[in-house]
């Protein structure tokens, strides 16, 4: 079973500041089956990103994704309001077919 | 676009049986995998288990195996998911979520339904 760990488990930061989030797994595994989500509070998750790098449908640029192996990155560059939230990497394999990290909370600092 | 809706909350009993609907629209049906997923208040998601509504197969997390059942109405194009033995451990938003079959990734969620287990 693949676990996902994600660090920092909470970001404090300014508007208009980056943020680089991590994502470690236990196991190597395709960045094809790495995804990235976006939670809001009271809201369903919503893709960001998958096979490590490529953007959803209306994903704004500042998102992007990178890493092979065990180690990805969800990069935001000049955060916007709207981008405080909780992120969530995610894995699909083989067994158990879905993995999810434990989730960094984006803040405003 | 594709689309879907889920049942409206549920309290239930400790003991008892919860079952959570997913109506999916806009797409073919059989042509996704519909997964659930857990997230109890506060904490993170967790995944409970999927259906090919194309041959029924379905798949669970261990954590969750024989106390969940997950199936689908083709019919309808509706998926289920159905937890018994409720304890207030399974108080927690249900979502569902689309994974176009062949991909890797959920393209779609419901809006979740909460269930409290009192």
């Known amino acids: 079973e693949v676990v996902l760990t994600q660090s920092p488990d909470t970001l404090s930061l300014s508007p208009g500041e980056s943020a680089t989030l991590s994502c470690r797994a236990s196991e190597i595994f395709s960045s094809d089956y790495l995804a990235w989500l976006q939670q809001k509070p009271g809201q369903a998750p919503r893709l960001l990103i998958y096979?490590?790098?490529t953007r959803a449908t209306g994903i704004p640029d500042r998102f992007s994704g990178s890493g092979s192996g065990t180690d990805f990155i969800l990069t935001i560059s000049r955060l916007e309001p709207e981008d405080f939230a909780v992120y969530y990497c995610q894995q699909y394999g083989a067994s158990p077919p879905v993995s999810f990290g434990q989730g960094t909370r984006v803040e405003i600092k | 676009e594709v689309h879907l809706e889920q049942s409206g909350a549920e309290v239930k009993k400790p003991g008892t049986t919860v079952k959570i609907s997913c109506k999916v629209s806009?797409?073919?049906?059989?042509?996704?995998?519909i997964h659930w997923v857990k997230q109890a208040p506060g904490k993170g998601l967790e995944w409970v288990g999927l259906?090919?509504?194309?041959?029924?197969?379905?798949r669970y997390a261990e954590k969750f195996r024989g106390r969940v059942t997950v199936t689908a109405d083709t019919s309808a194009d509706i998926a289920y998911v159905q937890l018994s033995s409720l304890s207030s451990e399974d108080t927690a938003v249900y979502f569902c979520?689309?994974?176009?079959?062949?991909?890797?990734?959920?393209?779609?969620w419901g809006q979740g339904t909460p269930v409290t287990v009192s």
């Open positions: 806009g797409y073919t049906f059989v042509e996704y995998y």
């Open positions: 259906v090919d509504p194309e041959d029924g197969e379905t």
């Open positions: 096979a490590a790098s």
């Open positions: 979520a689309s994974v176009v079959s062949g991909t890797t990734h959920f393209d779609s």
